[in-house]
């Protein structure tokens, strides 16, 4: 990484530093990297979506969130920025390894925020794989996955890695990512989360997000978070 300008924010955002950016309604308002500004100004996102509004400024000083917005909210860019910014503050390397696991329900859904993630952090230096399950190459696949900085998973496939590649280690994670956790419940994934759960380190963010707030996610977010902002964002439609 080149080194950092100074006018950059470095180090955690101080709790004090939330009510600055609390009210900040573009992308360009919040303390972030140039060169996460960069990736979206080339992407094209200028204003901020009611869920990114609301959760931002909290996940940006690494606070846990559980986040309910309805599908098409914008979930996304709530979860890549702060993995983008908390990486690059802590000048993330090749040599540190996993980082961040953003969990995802589907093959499909996961293949598109990876996308998201690669273009908004375009300019960064960090390394990201899609772990999904239905490919061939597993075998690569696992001798590739320690050198990665962040993860795009499905939970099956998390969960293989976790059990069978011999120099899989997350010891290091900062941020966790549950994306659509009404859904990963859904689709049966509870039992393989919570075995996931139990083997990452507590130490660290975790940002949970959600289309529908059911008993489910609940019970998944009081062994998740720790200490959440709860924010629901429903517009009127
Ligand atoms: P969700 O995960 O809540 O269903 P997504 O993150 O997939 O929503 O975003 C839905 C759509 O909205 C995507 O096409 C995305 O590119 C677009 N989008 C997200 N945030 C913004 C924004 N701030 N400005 C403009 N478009 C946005
Ligand atoms: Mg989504």
Not at 95 to 123: C, M, Y
Not at 164 to 183: G, K
Request: overall charge negative.
């Amino acid at each position: 990484l080149p080194p950092l300008p100074s006018n950059e924010p470095i180090g955690r955002l101080e709790d004090a530093s939330f009510s600055r950016y609390a009210g900040a309604t573009k992308f360009d308002q919040l303390p972030i990297s140039q060169r996460t500004r960069d990736g979206l100004r080339d992407a094209k996102y200028v204003e901020m979506t009611d869920i990114q509004r609301a959760s931002l400024p909290h996940a940006l000083c690494e606070r846990d969130i559980l986040g309910a917005a309805k599908t098409g909210s914008g979930k996304t860019l709530a979860f890549v920025i702060p993995i983008l910014e908390k990486l690059y503050r802590e000048r993330w390397g090749p040599e540190d390894g996993v980082g961040s696991i953003i969990i995802s329900p589907t093959r499909e859904l996961a293949g598109q925020l990876f996308d998201v993630l690669r273009s908004v952090g375009k300019h960064h230096n960090f390394s990201a794989g899609l772990l999904i399950g239905g490919r061939k190459d597993v075998d690569t696949e696992k001798e590739r996955v320690h050198e990665l900085n962040i993860l795009v998973c499905t939970p099956g496939r998390l969960l293989q890695h976790m059990d069978e590649t011999p120099n899989f280690e997350c010891s290091q994670l900062q941020v966790l990512v549950l994306d659509e956790a009404d859904r990963i419940l859904d689709v049966g994934f509870k039992k393989a989360l919570n075995a996931i759960i139990s083997q990452l380190p507590r130490n660290r963010q975790t940002l949970l997000f959600s289309a529908t707030q059911t008993k489910s996610v609940q019970d998944l977010a009081r062994l998740s978070l720790k200490d959440p902002e709860y924010l629901s964002v429903h517009e009127e439609s």
